[in-house]
């Protein structure tokens, strides 16, 4: 009996077998492996379409799988033993294969890949996060935020506050201000100490407020524009609404792939979470947030871009990049420069605002 050879794992241990196949004109598949054969009915074996020249895995009934390099040799003893002359799946693996072929083809295939990522991650993810933040109920979400932080804390990614006590309680009266009157319900203000200045909101509406941005800031006001910032996160449920993106993403690029480890450790590593940047849009929304809140409550709106301007020197005097820490709030906060303008922009329709009033 000829056959091709081929690679065989039998689905307990990692080692790999050389191995020779064959298709049996009885609709049979026979796996001949130093010396013991495997019988199967070849329909029980799913055998994939081709796809160019990569290797092709063939999964066994028993969760062994058979890796053959060979396209050619497997196509043919297909033909060989078929009783069927072309079945539907089959017609649909040669086109794949026609397209894998020709630069055209393949090129054609990569284009249209591109549009359905790119429509996705434009439209889809935001739209299936919508429906996705609004069909979590709230106590699931603190949940979530509160597994978060403990989590970080766990890897000693945040370590408690040293702050004085008497200074945690005057930001927490200021925080707690800034909640009634803006009618957020569930947020919550906590300390700690991460070595970097950083302020982020979690699921479930608590935000980070590090030791190092409260030391950084030149007084509360400044302060109060990075929370008021944050709150407008947690107002506009945006940390659930990137979760939700951030999975669905991850839900097309392993059906794309079909590889869900690399996935998983470029989308969803606690730091990765925590230095993805947010989208435009929210950045924009909690930035108006922050605007109106500080303009009600007669703070300048630019002493958030004051903050940040301060955040941008002491990034560079720590010789880090943008988006080298990743519990920079620079980090997952880009724009700065436009950030200063919007701030300058809203004091400045404030104003007009005033006069005209007057
Ligand atoms: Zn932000």
Redesign the pocket.
Known sequence: MSGIPCHYYDGRTSRRHDAVLALTARGGLVIACEGADERLNYEDVRIPGRVADTPRYLHLPDGGVCEVQDNDALDGEQARTRRDPEPRADRFGRLRHRLDSTWRGAAAALAVTAAILYSFTEWGAPAVATVAVAATPPEVEAVIGENFLTLLEQLRLLKPSELEPNRRNELLAAFEEMRRETGVEDADLRFHSVGVPNA??LPGGTVVLTDSLVELAEDDEEVIAVLA??L??VSGR?VMRRFAQTSSMLVLWTAFTGDVSVATLSFLGPDRLLAQR?SRS??ND??RFAFDYLLSAGIPPTRLSDIIQRLSGADREAGTSAGGNALDWLA??PGAAERARNATEAAKRAREGAAADE
Do not use: K, N, P, V
Request: aromatic share 22%.
């Open positions: 982020f909101a910032h944050e407008g996160h945006h947010y929210f950045e909690a930035d997952s906060h």
